[in-house]
């Protein structure tokens, strides 16, 4: 798993999928980003996990793809009503690859620069 900085200021996240059974078949794969390690001021409250990106991917039976999903700014933001703007959520976070909510596969640990 490799998570790098895009250049619109968001994230693209990138990861094997393989499919390992006799059929071809989708997946959707999906990327959760956890709330930052420390709570921004002004009352800002995030998910436990939050649902940034995802994408349906066919595989044929055996097939393996490095797949990349985008997380955009905005996902990396809350609304702030201190300063009435979008402000960016700075800080350790880390992001999840997921085959549900309940089926964490990978995850990677990075750091929101402003």
Known sequence: ??????SDGGLDVSF???NAGHTASDEVP????DAPGREPGGGAQFAIHAL???DRVHLDAGQYRVITLH????????????????????G??????????????????TVIAP
């Open 71 to 90: 997380v955009p700014l905005r996902a990396l933001q809350y609304w702030s009503t201190t300063a009435n703007r979008w402000t960016l959520a700075a």
């Open 52 to 54: 940034a990106a995802f």
């Open 16 to 18: 094997g999928l393989r």
């Open 1 to 6: 798993m490799k998570v790098v900085r895009a």
């Open 92 to 109: 350790p976070r880390i992001i999840r690859v997921c085959a549900s909510s309940r089926d964490f596969r990978l995850q990677a640990a």
């Open 30 to 33: 999906q990327v959760y980003l």
